[in-house]
């Protein structure tokens, strides 16, 4: 923001990790001049609101002989048509010589994306904002490993982590609800929301484990073939809520056809389903283990797009490797052991048939399981 007018700044990630917060304080730091504001707090907004905040930034550009100013929209993805009109706005101050910089955030990963690529074409620079990790709710909270774990990575849940049931009722209600209804309900057609809703409440119950969409099909209420479930868990996956990993394998029609492997972003979209209470999943190892896998896969899936690596993982009959990262031509091959698992002959398996550029154990018998939480992913390639 304190640097030349060149791109505009498009701040991007899911629900209540913290967008607008750190926009606020990166605000009070900035020596540029600026305006703020957020489409959530306008009533029916509207392209002509965008135009309308966007002329009054350069009025005051003109009024008060300033070099340079900022403009800051929040919640940009409500306003109909945004993209055509930021283009618009973005390519008249570029021929009026205007150092009027622009900073966009949303929600919506989804329609944000698109618009980018559809009008916006190498007019802007994307920041991603994935879910907090461990590191970070543990230096803001206090929080423990186990906690991170099971209560997962939301800040705006971590008053709320000593009462349970005001957990649960504020994960369901104020965080995975809105994310539905406003994220994917309001900007696409679907004629069968009550079934995303069920795919989206199973496949979370099962993250960290492998389950065909044929069986999750027999399984629910609302009647819907394989591909319009598959068309759903992209769109849960485009939002940031849960993703279904694809099998690794050198053909890709294979990888296509994989059974997928359920993966939630964060953990405590998992957890808020949960039968047992933290108390009770600490002290069974059985169930902690999965928590623990499922905790490890939402951060490798929550960092894939900001350290630009694909994720897969890897079966052959019985044997199989939980993760397989994909950077560039490297790969890395993941296996989680916690106290429920025993070893497996995959990993040797995987290592000899594809040669990974590295291969590793996390929990018992390899890396730690915080150490691995709090690293930075990207030294697995280097």
């Not at 020596?31 to 309308?52: K, R």
């Not at 040669?355 to 690293?375: A, D, H, K, Q």
């Amino acid at each position: 923001m304190e640097e030349p007018r060149s791109k505009i700044q498009v701040i991007v990630g899911p629900r209540q990790v913290g967008k607008s917060t750190l926009i606020g304080q990166v605000l009070e730091e900035c020596s540029t001049p600026f305006d703020s504001c957020s489409a959530d707090d306008v009533v029916g907004v509207s392209a002509t609101w965008l135009v309308q905040i966007w002329e009054a930034s350069r009025m005051k550009m003109a009024a008060r002989g300033e070099e340079r100013r900022l403009l800051v929209v929040d919640e940009v993805q409500k306003i109909q048509n945004w993209s055509e009109t930021v283009k618009a706005e973005w390519d008249r101050d570029t021929r009026e010589h205007r150092q009027l910089s622009v900073v966009l955030l949303g929600s919506s990963r989804m329609l944000i994306e698109k618009g980018l690529t559809e009008s916006l074409a190498g007019r802007f620079e994307l920041l991603r904002l994935p879910h907090w990790a461990f590191s970070e709710m543990r230096d803001c909270f206090g929080w423990t490993l186990p906690q991170y774990i099971y209560f997962g990575g939301y800040p705006g849940a971590a008053e709320y982590i000593h009462n349970e049931q005001r957990w649960r009722n504020y994960v369901k209600d104020a965080l995975i609800e809105p994310s539905i209804a406003k994220d994917v309900l309001m900007d696409t057609r679907i004629q069968k929301p009550q079934l995303l809703r069920q795919l989206f409440e199973l496949g979370s119950c099962y993250s960290g484990e492998l389950l065909s969409l044929t069986k999750i099909a027999a399984q629910l209420q609302d009647a819907g073939n394989v591909t319009t479930l598959a068309g759903y868990l992209l769109l849960l996956n485009e939002c940031g809520l849960l993703c279904g990993l694809q099998k690794y394998a050198l053909d890709t029609a294979r990888k296509y056809n994989s059974v997928p492997k359920f993966q939630v972003y964060n953990n405590a979209l998992r957890n808020v389903y949960a039968e047992e209470d933290y108390n009770d999943a600490i002290e069974n190892p059985q169930a902690w283990g999965r928590y623990v896998e499922s905790a490890v896969g939402a951060y490798i899936v929550s960092q894939a797009a900001v350290c630009d690596y694909q994720v897969y993982y890897w079966r052959d009959r019985r044997d199989e490797v939980d993760f397989v990262l994909i950077h560039r031509r490297r790969i890395v091959a993941i296996e989680v052991k916690s106290g429920r698992r025993t070893a497996n002959s995959g990993l040797p398996l995987f290592t000899a048939t594809f040669r990974p550029y590295r291969s590793l154990v996390v929990g018992s018998g390899g890396l730690g399981i915080e150490e691995f939480l709090t690293m930075d992913l990207k030294i697995l390639f280097s």
